[in-house]
């Protein structure tokens, strides 16, 4: 079946520097990706929307500054948190889908840890 | 907009038992997807079943089966026989239509925490 792969599994950051996410689909093109965030014993949020070739749409209440995503291929999308902030600490998870929405795939997840 | 509400934070279950998660959702549309989607504790989000809202029958998969009330905007899950395996995170979700906002998304519920004891 179709795997999705992101990339660290876990990182820890001091305070101020930037962490790139990447979230690759192995066996199909993704023209969307999902980045979500988990918080502890909590439900994924929905962050933005990467797209490839163009801009991403980012949730209300998202500051696209901070979170940057890059979608420069049809199986690479990237998430870069700018400026870390311990606040930022979470666990931030990717989901590409294969024929829409029908069927989504998630990656791994990454855990941040800002410090 | 479609939300997702799933009412039981924690269920558990004897295995070899049944245990049905509940979750119910808002909407305005008559066609849609909805899903469970289990979390076990790597994190990593699996499909269990999903069910498109225009088929009236339930979708099964195995030992998961759903009870789909679309009147009810109702869709609870079944799990038969359960196994240690089973323990996880469950959640509810949603797909929305491209028409919303020019983008499908999944709306997830809150989750049920799942425990099964031997």
């Known amino acids: 079946g179709a795997v999705v792969s992101q990339h660290p599994s876990r990182v820890i950051c001091k305070s101020g520097t930037s962490v790139k996410i990447e979230c690759r689909s192995l066996?199909?093109?993704?023209?969307?990706m999902f980045w979500y965030r988990q918080f502890p014993k909590q439900s994924l949020m929905l962050m933005a929307t990467?797209?490839?070739?163009?801009?991403?749409?980012?949730e209300q209440g998202v500051e696209k500054d901070k979170f940057l995503i890059n979608h420069a291929s049809l199986t690479l999308s990237t998430l870069t948190v700018t400026s870390a902030h311990p606040e930022d600490s979470s666990f931030y998870i990717c989901?590409?889908?294969?024929?829409?929405?029908?069927?989504?795939?998630f990656g791994q997840g990454t855990r941040l840890t800002v410090v | 907009a479609q939300t997702v509400t799933q009412s039981q934070p924690e269920m558990s279950v004897q295995e070899a038992e049944t245990v049905t998660l509940s979750c119910t959702y808002d909407?305005?549309?008559?066609?849609?997807?909805l899903f469970w989607y289990k979390q076990p504790p790597s994190r990593q989000m699996i499909l269990v079943i999903r069910?498109?809202?225009?088929?009236?029958q339930n979708a099964t998969e195995n030992r998961f089966s759903v009870n789909f009330q679309k009147a009810a905007k109702s869709f609870s899950l079944k799990i038969s026989d359960s196994q240690l395996g089973d323990a996880a995170m469950y959640f509810c979700?949603?797909?929305?239509?491209?028409?919303?906002?020019?983008?499908?998304?999944?709306?997830f519920g809150k989750g049920t925490k799942l425990t099964v004891n031997p």
């Open positions: 989901s590409a889908p294969e024929g829409g929405l029908v069927r989504a795939f």
């Open positions: 066996d199909f093109q993704a023209t969307t």
């Open positions: 990467s797209n490839e070739g163009s801009k991403a749409t980012y």
């Open positions: 909407t305005s549309e008559s066609d849609y997807y």
């Open positions: 069910q498109e809202a225009y088929k009236q």
């Open positions: 979700a949603y797909r929305t239509s491209l028409t919303q906002g020019g983008s499908e998304k999944l709306v």
